[in-house]
T-cell receptor, first 115, second 111 residues
Framework: GAVVSQHPSWVICKSGTSVKIECRSL??????MFWYRQFPKQSLMLMAT?????????EQGVEKDKFLINHASLTLSTLTVTSAHPEDSSFYIC???????????FGPGTRLTVT | AQSVSQHNHHVILSEAASLELGCNYS??????LFWYVQYPGQHLQLLLK??????LVKGIKGFEAEFIKSKFSFNLRKPSVQWSDTAEYFC?????????FGAGTTVTVRA
C-alpha cells in the first residue's frame, strides 16, 4: 500500500527559531500533498495544499509567511514553521495523493513543542 | 464549504457490544464520504469510503457505513467490537480535492 513518512516524529524548539518538517511518499508519486494541524482532542484542520512545482494554496487564516511549504519533488514536501512561538505547538500531519484517485494517504504526524 | 459533525465525543463499550458512530455533513450536492481510524500512536488509516452506488459500504476490520442522503448522514457501524478497536474515529467529506474532518470520536473498548 501507499506509505507516507514524516520526519521528525517529534521536535522541541525554542521560541523564535524555525523548524522544518519533511513529508515523503515512499512508494508512489504524490502530485498533491496536504498539511494539517491537529489540536488535542480536536479534528484535523487543513492548513495548505501543495502541488509539485507550484506554490502552495493556503487555507483562510493560515499565515503563509509563517508556515512555509515547499513541494520540490513528487515525493517530498516540507513545512517550515518560522519564528515559532508556543502557540504553534501542535501535531502536524501531512497526507499525499497521487493522480490515480482522490484517496489521501496520511503520514504519522510530527509533534512540535515550542518552549 | 463542507462541514462535518460527529455526534459522540467519547464512546465507552464492552467487547462484543455493537458500535454506531454518527456523522452528518452539510453539503447537499454530490458528496464523497470517508471514515478514518487512528489507533493510539499510529497514523490515520482509511476504514471505508463512499463515492456512489450502494449506500451500504463495507470496509475493513468488519466496519460498515450507511449513506442516507435524505438525512445527510454517514453513520459507521460494527456489530461486535473488539478491544483492538479502541481508537479515534474521524468522519470526513471530500469537496473538490479537500477533506473536511469531523471532530472525531474516541472509542474505548473494555475487555
Amino acid at each position: 500500500g501507499a506509505v507516507v513518512s514524516q520526519h521528525p516524529s517529534w521536535v522541541i524548539c525554542k521560541s523564535g527559531t524555525s523548524v522544518k518538517i519533511e513529508c515523503r511518499s515512499l512508494d508512489f508519486q504524490a502530485t498533491t500533498m496536504f498539511w494539517y494541524r491537529q489540536f488535542p482532542k480536536q479534528s484535523l484542520m487543513l492548513m495548505a495544499t501543495s502541488n509539485e512545482g507550484s506554490k502552495a494554496t493556503y487555507e483562510q487564516g493560515v499565515e503563509k509567511d509563517k508556515f512555509l511549504i515547499n513541494h520540490a519533488s513528487l515525493t517530498l514536501s516540507t513545512l517550515t514553521v518560522t519564528s515559532a512561538h508556543p502557540e504553534d505547538s501542535s501535531f502536524y500531519i501531512c497526507s499525499a495523493r497521487g493522480d490515480a484517485s482522490y484517496e489521501q494517504y496520511f503520514g504519522p504526524g510530527t509533534r512540535l513543542t515550542v518552549t | 464549504a463542507q462541514s462535518v459533525s460527529q455526534h459522540n465525543h467519547h464512546v465507552i463499550l464492552s467487547e462484543a457490544a455493537s458500535l454506531e458512530l454518527g456523522c452528518n455533513y452539510s453539503y447537499g450536492g454530490t458528496v464523497n464520504l470517508f471514515w478514518y481510524v487512528q489507533y493510539p500512536g499510529q497514523h490515520l488509516q482509511l476504514l471505508l469510503k463512499y463515492f456512489s452506488g450502494d449506500p451500504l459500504v463495507k470496509g475493513i476490520k468488519g466496519f460498515e457505513a450507511e449513506f442516507i442522503k435524505s438525512k445527510f448522514s454517514f453513520n459507521l457501524r460494527k456489530p461486535s467490537v473488539q478491544w483492538s478497536d479502541t481508537a479515534e474515529y474521524f468522519c470526513a467529506a471530500l469537496e473538490y480535492y479537500k477533506l473536511s474532518f469531523g471532530a472525531g470520536t474516541t472509542v474505548t473498548v473494555r475487555a
